[in-house]
Every structure is written in C-alpha cells, then in structure tokens.
DNA sequence: CGTTGAACCTGTTTGC
DNA sequence: TGCAAACAGGTTCAAC
C-alpha cells in the first residue's frame, strides 16, 4: 500500500493529530512485527509525541524524554518509535469505545482519551523502539530523498549502476521511498522503459525521470497519496491520485500519449506497466559468440 | 555486481 | 456456485 506519498500523507495526518499527546499505555496483540516488543512496554509509558517525521517509508515519531527523568539516565533520552507500513499498515487515532478493527496489533492509549491504534492485516510492516544512537544506524544504510536529490546525485547514483532503471527506483539504499506505482508512473512520464539499465541512460534522461518523480510525487501527496483497495490517511479518508495514474494498473488500457495498450510485464520481479511504443524495450544484445581465435599459449 | 525466486502473511480478485 | 490460483502498494535472503 504505502509508498512516500502515502507514508507522508499519515505522517501529516498524524502530526496534526497527536503532536503533544503523551501516551499513557501500551497495549500489544501481535508482535512478530516488532523489534523488540518488550522495549515498546517499558520505554512508551509517559513519553510525549514531539514530532511525526517521515523518513523513505518509515514514520519516526519522536519521544520526549521520559517524564521526570534522571538527567544521567540514557535509557530516558530522547527517543523515536519507527513505524513500517510494509503492504497493509496503518496507525491512527480512534475513540476508544470505538471497536479496534480486525488485525489491530498495538494500542497506545494517549494523555486526551484516544486511542493511537496500529492494524496491519498482513503484518508485512515493522515496527521498533530506538533510542538516538540506534536510530542513527538504521537510518544510514538508505539512499537520497527523492524529493530533495540534486540533480548532480541523482545522476550519478543512477547511471553508475548496470542494474535495471526499476530495481534501482526500487532500490532503497539508492533512493529512499520509491514503490511499484511511482516507479512505473515516472517512468512513463518521462518515457523510459522499465528495463533499460542505469548506464545506459543519458544526463538528459536522468534529467527527465528525476523531475518526473518529483513531480509525481508531488501532486501524489496533494492527492494524499493513491488507495488501490484499502489505503486511508490518518482521518480514515482515501487519497485521490490513483486518478491521475498513467501507467500502473493500466495493463490492456490505451496509453494517454498515443493510444498505444500498456503492457505489463515482469521487471525486476514486480508487476511493471509501460507503454510499448512511448518507452521502447532496450535491444537486447545478441550474445555474440566467444571468438575461439584466443593463443594457446595465453 | 546483478537477477531470480521464495519467503514472510492475509485478503481479494480472477478463472475455470 | 465453488474452489483454486493468482495477485497485492514491501523487504530480505539464498542461490546462481
């Protein structure tokens, strides 16, 4: 479900939400999905929501220290709670005599009376309690901000690499926040076929498909994001750009530039819609024959 | 380095 | 109608 729209759509949402709440208590169903569930139990207690950021894919909910803490105390400083919402996650605020939805894994009871409430059905999401120099860690193995790259970086990050144009949109150690359906959707716009190879694209192209992201991601999260199915925003509405995609989805569908169906196809291990005519397939090079003409005595 | 396929889960849609 | 297969916005890991 949640891409960088989609991620910075509840972030808002919940940054105008619960920013200053404290929680109070926490409740935990299911917890495959969390680090390490005891640190939730132990830590959460009487911090208050400093900020909700978002970060590639994850929220960071920034934690106070803890309430009348022991300067001296580490475990008490500032801390975050990452939040993943993998395919299925979402994390909002609920009246508490309202019933917990199927699927609901964590309850945070919070300061006014509402309940901040974590449901993944398929718990392909994550979820983890870090304190400041943890949280450090995890976060430096992600590449750029899709919305604050250079385009000198995005350059480069991109066309030294011989992989895939998808893999490396998907690629989150090369960029952070990038999914299935803004893949594709930049790469339409800009007119470059999923499976051509970051080397082979030229500065004018890497120039092209950086400001098409950034456009669709964008006017994506004026649109609080796509919901395919089941995406809500933290006030339980649905965004709106899936009415603008041009390619996802859109397989047998005539392409809006020239009419032409979009195809799907399989790149990168992901579903993949492109237009054939407007982003044509990379020639695959014959694989030419080793010439046997080597000396034998090499 | 890069690719593929499977795995992790549940729910929904599609096809016979 | 019924049942099974395919598919889903994400990530990770093994094998090649």
Redesign the pocket.
Known sequence: ???LP?VETVARGLQRAVVGRRILTVTLGKT?FIDDPAALERHLPGRRIEAVERYG?FMLLRLSEASGADPENREAAPASLMV?L??TGNLAPYAPEQPAA??THVWMRLDDGRELRYTD????GRMAYLSGETLAAHLTPFGAEPLQVSEEEFAERIRS????IK?LL?D?TVLRGV???YADESLWRAKIHPAQRGTKLSEAQTRVLRRMLQQVLEKAIASR???????LDADGEPGEYQQHHRAYGREGKPCYRCRTAIRRTIV????SFSCPKCQPAPRVRKHTAKRVTRSRNG
């Open positions: 479900m949640p891409e989609e495959d894919k993943h993998g395919m199927k699927h059905p398929r718990r392909f690499r011989n992989a895939r893999a998907l989150q999914g299935n359906i994001g796509s919901s395919i199915s089941d995406f990168a291990g992901r579903s």
